[in-house]
């Protein structure tokens, strides 16, 4: 604890990160500072050579490769390509190759392009057309001898098959003699790169979500919400435009919808909530993602229209809630190193059924992509357990966005249930489980 807390001192003090308090289910301050455009690449490239150096010579070793070869073209870049690349950098230049190859404790990071790359790579070839470069990949090859060469394909994980098929050909076709039988799939590595989470980014996250939550807040307002006016659709388009006016890049569109006494919601009901004018007593819902600094979110959170002269949501609804934060401590408290997705699952369900609750768990890594590969806790269609994801395990440093629901009678509506549809980024250190900008314990008001 006291070296993130040192880590986020010293990137707040270099521009990284702006560092704001939390309360629980709550964010102290709306004032949340967002890097221009030109700000961001030096502080997302002093952490890519963090994760360059510290992390990638253990992944490797882990993964059981010497060799690493990224290669891609402009229009089909590897899905891995630009968490490995510095900023700004917009795109593959032509046929684009990247080398990392293991020498015990490091890894030389090297490039066969037509236009060098720079830091932190070293140019390894420049110049020349694509038969040259091609050439120049095969003799650095020979030259480094590796014992095992990773490749991206896969069958199972698009984030780890980015290898088109014609550069495949290509690569085949330039292999030294006799290294045909050293190459293999760098799927687990892929994954591993993708799914661990660095010092500097744990230090950043919080920050990060937060500003999800800030938008959250603002728009879950009388400021952005009038009763009997405003529509569900016109916040969802505000969330958007906020993120549009601070630059804050969204995954998918804004999605709001309410629920009310009436309007259907059973045992058999996937998802409830419909779209429309938001009235007094109504419960909204939001879910929202942004990326920044090469960070993902996704967050889901709950308010309620006050009617006149209430203060707050009706009892029966504040119950809901607490049982909904209730099954987030049921599935955090299933994780442990080396569990798989489909472990935790198992293991969450049991304790709902123990407690009598509905819920549903469809939880997923995040980092550098909003569905992130890692462990597959579930998914809204899935509760018995999901092949190949499913059986992946949990590994430390790594964060997720706990995202599923439980439904609840709700007195005051007659015992109508209500969906409580819940999601925010968790951070699993290989022990211990935390949100890394708090989580939703209250409901927001619009009064």
């Known amino acids: 604890m006291l070296r993130t807390l040192l ?61 690493w070869l990224v290669i891609a073209r402009e229009y089909a870049e590897d899905p891995v390509y630009f968490s490995l690349v510095p900023q700004p950098t917009f795109a593959a230049r032509r046929t684009t190759m990247l080398i990392f190859n293991r020498t015990g404790d490091t890894v030389e990071r090297l490039t066969v392009n037509r236009y060098p790359m720079g830091d932190p790579y070293e140019s390894a070839w420049s110049g020349g057309n694509l038969d040259e470069q091609w050439q120049a990949l095969g003799e650095l090859i020979k030259e480094k001898n590796p014992g095992t060469i990773g490749i991206n394909v896969s069958r199972h994980w698009p984030v780890a098959d980015g290898l088109t098929h014609g550069l ?121 993602g942004i990326c920044y600094l090469k960070l993902c ?39 442990s190193a080396g569990a798989t997705g489909n472990d935790i699952l198992a293991k969450t369900r049991r304790q709902s059924e123990a407690r009598n609750v509905q819920s549903s768990t469809y939880t997923h890594p995040i980092g550098f992509y909003g569905h992130a590969p890692g462990p597959t806790i579930g998914m809204w269609d899935n509760q018995d357990g999901i092949p190949i994801g499913g059986d992946w395990q949990l590994h430390p440093m790594t964060a997720y966005a706990i ?38 314990t209250e409901w927001h008001i619009i009064r």
């Open 403 to 440: 995202e599923g629901n439980v439904k609840v009678p709700v007195p005051e509506w007659g015992n109508q249930l209500v969906q409580v549809k819940l999601e925010q980024t968790a951070l699993f250190d290989g022990e211990d489980v935390t949100y890394v900008a708090g989580r939703q």
């Open 297 to 335: 979110t996704d967050t889901q959170e709950m308010a309620y229209v006050a009617r006149l002269g209430e203060e707050g949501p009706p009892a029966g609804l504040q119950r809901a809630l607490a049982v909904g934060n209730q099954w987030q401590d049921d599935l955090t408290g299933a994780f």
């Open 7 to 67: 880590i986020l001192l010293l990137l707040s003090q270099v521009g990284l990160v702006s560092a704001q308090p939390f309360e629980q289910g709550r964010i102290v301050s709306d004032d949340r500072a967002v890097l221009s455009l030109r700000d961001r690449p030096a502080a997302e490239n002093r952490v890519l050579t963090e994760r360059l150096d510290i992390l990638l010579p253990g992944l490797m070793e882990e993964a059981g490769i010497d060799m």
């Open 168 to 288: 495949h050909e290509r690569l085949v076709e330039v292999l030294p003699a006799g290294f045909e039988s050293r190459v293999k799939s760098a799927e687990e590595l892929v994954i591993r790169w993708v799914e661990t989470r660095s010092a500097p980014e744990v230090a950043a996250y919080g920050h990060i979500v937060g500003l999800a939550r800030q938008v959250i807040g603002e728009a879950f307002s009388s400021r952005v919400i009038t009763p009997g006016v405003t529509t569900t659709d016109d916040v969802a388009w505000y969330i958007r435009q906020r993120f549009a006016d601070l630059n804050l890049p969204a995954w998918f569109m804004p999605y709001v919808n309410l629920q009310r006494p009436g309007e259907e919601c059973t045992d058999k009901t996937d998802f409830c909530g419909v779209e429309g004018v938001i009235l007094p007593g109504d419960v909204l819902h939001t879910d929202v």
